[in-house]
């Protein structure tokens, strides 16, 4: 709250995150939710001529949405960061090595490495608008997309929003000095939507980079990740790793955090994950305490799954969970086809399908 900067010169800095109540109350939709497949770690989903695609590790790989085994479509030199399938029957990748590679449809082949005189260091996101013209969301200026929390360590806000003509070659720069943007959706306005992970935010953008960022929804109890639109309005929203306290100090310390950085392994960081209890040598995170084996729903986590359902003025109205006893955390993205929304759990390898009755 406002007031917190006024008494922190007397009390030090107030350490406060958002509870997990209304439209976020905990359940356990995401932990009982079908299996559709087992997938290691996917990246991103996409719904590409009928079939489900998935990002996983360098392949795209896709699935028959009645089910069955998968195909690998494309396979390539590093890991996928980004998908999105073009009108044209083609593909946008956004690759680890900072690339945008064009596969299929009337572009298929050309490699972007450059926008606007930026050069890409972490496509996060990519957003078809028709007629040729991509939006991409660029993490950041210095670390890759597979860097996020370091980038976080860093307390970087050096990300960016791309525009991309493939037809007319005209691409600009819609908006930088972002904090890890890792979500764009296109409104029917033709304004941008873009998740800002780091600040825990989304965010409004005009589609010709014209004025500021407008917050559209702040203080998320988590860090956003992709958008998508929802069956009957509204959108849906990922956040792929929780908030808690004690990261929440550590942001503030910088000699800790470089410290840490420089001589700890980054899965046993005090930071955000996308999955946890893999290792005894992990962190305890506040209340996050193992005891005689078991580890209660409620406790504060490292890792957590969480898909938020917003309605058409992007507020909050409903949420999908894996607690901090579950395994399907770290969601990174999700696509609702025909009823049912399909969730990529990179933290759990899986990719899960839940009935939403809206078709």
Known sequence: MWWDALLDPLRGKAVTIPPMDGAFRPNSELETAELFAEVARPEAIVLHE?????????EIQAYPLEGGAAVTLHRFETAISALASLGDGGL???????????VGGRCDGRVITEVAGRRLHA???IAAGGDGVLFV???????????WQNDLMDRGASGAVLRVDLIEGDSRLIADGLAWPAGILIEPDRSLVV????RHRLVRLTIDGRGKPTPLLANLPGYPARLTRAVGGGAWLTLMAPRNRLVELVLTERAYREDMVANVDRDLWIAPQMSSGNSFLEPLQCGGVVTMGVRKPWAPGRSYGLVARLDSHFRPVASLHSRADGRRH????????GGVLFVAS??????????????
């Not at 946008?92 to 064009?102: K, N, P």
């Not at 950041?140 to 597979?146: D, I, L, T, V």
């Not at 998740?195 to 780091?198: C, F, I, L, R, T």
């Not at 759990?348 to 939403?356: D, P, Q, R, S």
């Open 346 to 359: 990179r933290g759990g390898n899986a990719i899960l399908e839940i009935e939403t009755g809206v078709a």
């Open 330 to 337: 770290g969601i990174k993205d999700v696509v609702e086809i």
């Open 123 to 125: 496509p996060t996101a």
């Open 137 to 147: 969301t660029d993490g950041s200026a210095r670390h890759r997309a597979g860097d």
């Open 92 to 102: 946008a990748v956004g690759l680890e090595a900072g690339e945008l590679r064009l």
């Open 50 to 58: 009928g079939r489900l695609l998935v990002a996983s590790g360098a």
């Open 195 to 198: 998740a800002e992970a780091s």
